[in-house]
C-alpha cells in the first residue's frame, strides 16, 4: 500500500513563500502521476497540480506555484511563492495509480496523505 506524508505547511504573510513536501512509500513507479489538492472549511476538494512528464497547474496558482519530483526519493514538492489568503488551505498530497492520465479530479487518485495546513495571513 502506498503512505503519503505531507510537510511544510505553516502561517505566513500574505507574498511570502513555503514548499510543501510530500514523501511516498511502498510500491509507487515513477510513472505514476503525483499531486496536490488543497481544501478550505466549507468549500470542495480543490486541484492544484499535478505532475507526470510534465506539470500541470490549476489557474489559480498558475505563475506562483511550482511542482517538481524526486523520483530517487519518491517525493514531490509544492514551490508556493506569492502566497495569498486565498491560499489558507489543508493542503493534500495524492498519487494516482493510472498511468497516462492528466488527472485532475480527485477520484482519479488512488492515494492520499493526511494533508498539512497552510494558512496565509493579510
Known amino acids: 500500500q502506498v503512505q503519503l506524508v505531507e510537510s511544510g505547511g505553516g502561517l505566513v504573510q500574505s507574498g511570502d513563500s513555503l514548499r510543501l513536501s510530500c514523501a511516498a512509500s511502498?510500491?509507487?513507479?515513477?510513472?505514476?502521476?503525483m499531486g496536490w489538492f488543497r481544501q478550505s472549511p466549507g468549500k470542495e476538494r480543490e486541484f492544484v497540480a499535478t505532475?507526470?512528464?510534465?506539470?500541470y497547474y490549476a489557474d489559480s496558482v498558475k505563475g506562483r506555484f511550482t511542482l517538481s519530483r524526486d523520483n530517487a526519493k519518491n517525493t514531490v514538492y509544492l514551490q508556493m511563492n506569492s502566497l495569498k489568503p486565498e491560499d489558507t488551505a489543508v493542503y493534500y498530497c495524492?498519487?494516482?495509480?493510472?498511468?497516462?492520465?492528466?488527472?485532475?479530479?480527485?477520484?482519479?487518485?488512488?492515494?492520499w496523505g493526511q494533508g498539512t495546513q497552510v494558512t496565509v495571513s493579510s
Open positions: 511502498g510500491r509507487i513507479f515513477s510513472s505514476y502521476p
Open positions: 495524492a498519487v494516482s495509480a493510472r498511468p497516462g492520465l492528466i488527472p485532475m479530479k480527485g477520484g482519479q487518485y488512488d492515494y
Open positions: 505532475i507526470q512528464n510534465n506539470t
